[in-house]
């Protein structure tokens, strides 16, 4: 008689199929391009870059075997992407004809090209939410390519909203890709226990769009051009005030101790006592002490805020496939807004 799968076998497979819902019928994986930067033929597997990031693959993925001695340095592949624990991994690798890649790259031009240049574009003055697909109406102009704009927060529209002010100030009017999951979070109950909580996470892609218009607007040349230079020199601010804060911080903590040390041991001896001086100079630790609960607060509130993240999320090309959401938690599945 066949073993029994457990009770905690049978809890686990109720609850992921409670919270990672079957993908629709219509649903399919995304096809990638890239071309291919190094490949061994001794060894069997090599690397892709693909937006800009180093992808592995390997010569058992191909779909066709005969094609793995014709790939070199410099080939066209698709494929699609499967995430692994060192990263992400090409699968359905197949070898791109040049025919085949002159055809798709007609396919695949961008959308600004198609356009007319007589066409006239104008710039929505709202940050507009998008999900994978964006809305025929509107025109990509620029993507901050490898950036993330990340928020979180107890509430999925505070969180958003967040983001929303992140772009604004960025000079972007769109987020693109966006994708919220939740996280367990911790905090003390007031009667000395702990309460568990979720916390939202929301991320998204900062891009800047256009939608064309038959009156006034502004040529397809004459639109901004600078949204990837500000998201950079944006992301290399955040970074320094990060390090200014926690630098300030841990001054102000060797501050504390030396003069806690400095009080405590007052007076020292070789020194005269100050006639404004009567008793212990305890006041200055407990200033310093307040400054630091002061830098620490603003350090915890400046993490908590919208904040520029490099890299791209898997999550991200699949937003239907996992939502990461439970109904037990208050959260509608899938959560997203299109416009």
Same mark, same amino acid.
């Given at each position: 008689?066949?073993?029994?799968?457990?009770?905690?076998?049978?809890?686990?497979?109720?609850?992921?199929?409670?919270?990672?819902?079957?993908?629709?019928?219509?649903?399919?994986?995304?096809?990638?391009?890239?071309?291919?930067?190094?490949? @061994?033929?001794?060894?069997?597997?090599?690397?892709?870059?693909?937006?800009?990031?180093?992808?592995?693959? @390997?010569?058992?993925?191909?779909?066709?075997?005969?094609?793995?001695?014709?790939?070199?340095?410099?080939?066209?592949?698709?494929?699609?992407?499967?995430?692994?624990?060192?990263?992400?991994?090409?699968?359905?690798?197949?070898?791109?004809?040049?025919?085949?890649?002159?055809?798709?790259?007609?396919?695949?031009?961008?959308?600004?090209?198609?356009?007319?240049?007589?066409?006239?574009?104008?710039?929505?003055?709202?940050?507009?939410?998008?999900?994978?697909?964006?809305?025929?109406?509107?025109?990509?102009?620029?993507?901050?390519?490898?950036?993330?704009?990340?928020?979180?927060?107890?509430?999925?529209?505070?969180?958003?909203?967040?983001?929303?002010?992140?772009?604004?100030?960025?000079?972007?009017?769109?987020?693109?890709?966006?994708?919220?999951?939740?996280?367990?979070?911790?905090?003390?109950?007031?009667?000395?226990?702990?309460?568990?909580?979720?916390? @939202?996470?929301?991320?998204?892609?900062?891009?800047?769009?256009?939608?064309?218009?038959?009156?006034?607007?502004?040529?397809?040349?004459?639109?901004?051009?600078?949204?990837?230079?500000?998201?950079?020199?944006?992301? /290399?601010?955040?970074?320094?005030?990060?390090?200014?804060?926690?630098?300030?911080?841990?001054?102000?903590?060797?501050?504390?101790?030396?003069?806690?040390?400095?009080?405590?041991?007052?007076?020292?001896?070789?020194?005269?006592?100050?006639?404004?001086?009567?008793?212990?100079?305890?006041?200055?630790?407990?200033?310093?002490?307040?400054?630091? /609960?002061?830098?620490?607060?603003?350090?915890?509130?400046?993490?908590?805020?919208?904040?520029?993240?490099?890299?791209?999320?898997?999550?991200?090309?699949?937003?239907?496939?996992?939502?990461?959401?439970?109904?037990?938690?208050?959260?509608?599945?899938?959560?997203?807004?299109r416009r």
């Open positions: 008689m066949p073993a029994q799968p457990s009770h905690f076998t049978h809890y686990r497979s109720a609850y992921a199929q409670y919270q990672y819902p079957p993908r629709p019928a219509n649903d399919h994986f995304i096809h990638h391009r890239g071309r291919i930067i190094s490949f @061994s033929k001794e060894r069997g597997y090599g690397f892709i870059k693909c937006r800009g990031k180093s992808v592995f693959f @390997s010569g058992s993925e191909l779909l066709n075997p005969q094609e793995l001695y014709r790939l070199k340095d410099g080939s066209a592949l698709t494929f699609e992407l499967l995430p692994t624990p060192r990263g992400y991994k090409a699968i359905k690798v197949q070898l791109q004809e040049p025919e085949q890649e002159q055809e798709l790259e007609q396919k695949t031009k961008p959308a600004a090209q198609k356009e007319d240049k007589e066409a006239r574009y104008e710039i929505p003055q709202e940050v507009l939410s998008f999900n994978h697909d964006i809305s025929s109406d509107y025109l990509i102009v620029e993507e901050a390519e490898g950036y993330l704009l990340s928020a979180e927060h107890r509430s999925f529209q505070q969180a958003h909203k967040q983001l929303c002010k992140k772009a604004g100030a960025l000079g972007a009017n769109a987020l693109c890709g966006l994708f919220c999951s939740t996280k367990k979070a911790t905090e003390s109950n007031g009667r000395g226990g702990i309460h568990y909580y979720s916390r @939202s996470v929301v991320t998204a892609r900062p891009c800047l769009v256009a939608r064309k218009t038959d009156q006034g607007g502004c040529s397809r040349a004459a639109l901004p051009q600078d949204l990837t230079q500000k998201v950079e020199s944006a992301l /290399i601010h955040q970074e320094q005030r990060r390090e200014i804060n926690y630098l300030l911080l841990f001054l102000e903590l060797v501050a504390v101790i030396l003069s806690g040390l400095y009080a405590w041991f007052w007076p020292v001896p070789g020194f005269s006592i100050p006639q404004s001086y009567e008793t212990k100079p305890f006041w200055i630790p407990t200033a310093l002490f307040l400054l630091c /609960i002061i830098q620490f607060y603003l350090c915890a509130l400046h993490a908590s805020r919208a904040r520029i993240v490099e890299g791209e999320r898997q999550d991200l090309l699949y937003p239907f496939r996992r939502s990461g959401f439970r109904r037990d938690q208050g959260c509608r599945r899938p959560y997203y807004y």
